[in-house]
T-cell receptor, first 108, second 111 residues
């Protein structure tokens, strides 16, 4: 079993939709939980990070962590074509471990 | 300055060449990382430097040689690479929190 599992996608949604991206993990030692966005041929860009169970909101983005279920989510409200990218969950103890990434396409 | 700068952006090298990738940050971060990313795959950790000392080597072949000359600079020296080493090489740094800042990467092609 991989340490971090992520829904592979790809996901194609219309502009304005609510997008839900999810990861599960197996190692309860993970302490910090992040979401990165990566555009084609660019480095990953940190969107959000949190270390506790619950919700964290930043504009159109909400990160949700459930440590008891070992489940993390990223919600994107009012999705825009500019949100089209690959989204990677990432978890850390002494190393940053990435999920496989979900490719999102938002069409006008 | 909140960026990690990587040079060159693109590199094509032959299997007998020696080249170096450079990474620079001026955020005062004391942990720096090299990652390798193949197409449609997530980044994979190669090396970790903490306070300018190599702390993690993820069993990377010796044809990749990292170097941290000072707290702002990280190099990756390349020698006798194979075509399968072609990938996007990413540098990252981390400060006091746990958010990692990535550079845009060097796209390496080995011919």
């Amino acid at each position: 079993q991989k340490e971090v599992e992520q829904d592979p996608g790809p996901l194609s949604v219309p502009e304005g939709a609510i997008v839900s991206l999810n990861c599960t993990y197996s190692n309860s030692a993970f302490q910090y939980f992040m979401w990165y966005r990566q555009y084609s041929r660019k480095g990953p860009e940190l969107l959000m990070y949190t270390y506790s169970s619950g919700n964290k909101e930043d504009g159109r983005f909400t990160a949700q962590v459930d440590k008891s279920s070992k489940y993390i989510s990223l919600f994107i409200r009012d999705s825009q074509p500019s949100d089209s990218a690959t989204y990677l969950c990432a978890l850390t103890t002494d190393k940053l471990i990435f999920g496989t990434g979900t490719r999102l396409q938002v069409f006008p | 300055d909140t960026e990690v700068t990587q040079t060159p952006k693109h590199l094509v090298m032959g299997m007998t060449n020696k080249k170096s990738l450079k990474c620079e940050q001026h955020m005062g971060h004391r942990a720096m990382y090299w990652y390798k990313q193949k197409a449609k795959k997530p980044p994979e950790l190669m090396f970790v430097y903490s306070y300018e000392k190599l702390s993690i080597n993820e069993s990377v072949p010796s044809r990749f040689s990292p170097e941290c000359p000072n707290s702002s600079l990280l190099n990756l020296h390349l020698h006798a690479l194979q075509p399968e080493d072609s990938a996007l090489y990413l540098c990252a740094s981390r400060g006091a929190g746990y958010g990692y800042t990535f550079g845009s990467g060097t796209r390496l092609t080995v011919v």
